[in-house]
Nanobody, 120 residues
Framework: QVQLRESGPGLVKPSQTVSLTCTVS??????????WTWIRQPPDRGLEWIVYLGYAGRVDVDPSLERRASLLRDTASNQFTLRLTSVFPNDTAIYYC????????????WGQGTLVTVSS
């Protein structure tokens, strides 16, 4: 059974860069049948998709974040890392990594989430 675990700093200051790593066990992030993604939920708001890691290492970033968000894939460690630069207070959210089916798009596994607070 796949497990996803997020890790990263809980508190960052405005304008800094935050890196969040998702460690996957029980499956390979190079699998051709699944995609891997970062999603966040700000306080009192719905889920927001950030970045997608798909077939053959393809990476797609939400257009609203493409200037600040990037993704690194470490196949040796079976990890993928979200890097978000120049953070603002409204980047405060619970950040989740998740696994989905390339065929159909449904998300089938979630990490427990990690809270990132942007504050001076």
């Amino acid at each position: 059974q796949v497990q996803l675990r997020e890790s990263g700093p809980g508190l960052v200051k405005p304008s800094q860069t935050v890196s969040l790593t998702c460690t996957v066990s029980g499956d390979s992030i190079t699998s051709n049948d699944y995609y891997w993604t970062w999603i966040r939920q700000p306080p009192d708001r719905g889920l927001e998709w950030i970045v997608y890691l798909g077939y053959a290492g393809r990476v797609d970033v939400d257009p609203s974040l493409e200037r600040r968000a990037s993704l690194l894939r470490d196949t040796a460690s079976n990890q993928f890392t979200l890097r978000l630069t120049s953070v603002f207070p409204n980047d405060t959210a619970i950040y989740y990594c998740a696994k989905g089916l390339i065929n159909g798009g449904a998300i089938i596994a979630w990490g427990q989430g990690t809270l990132v607070t942007v504050s001076s």
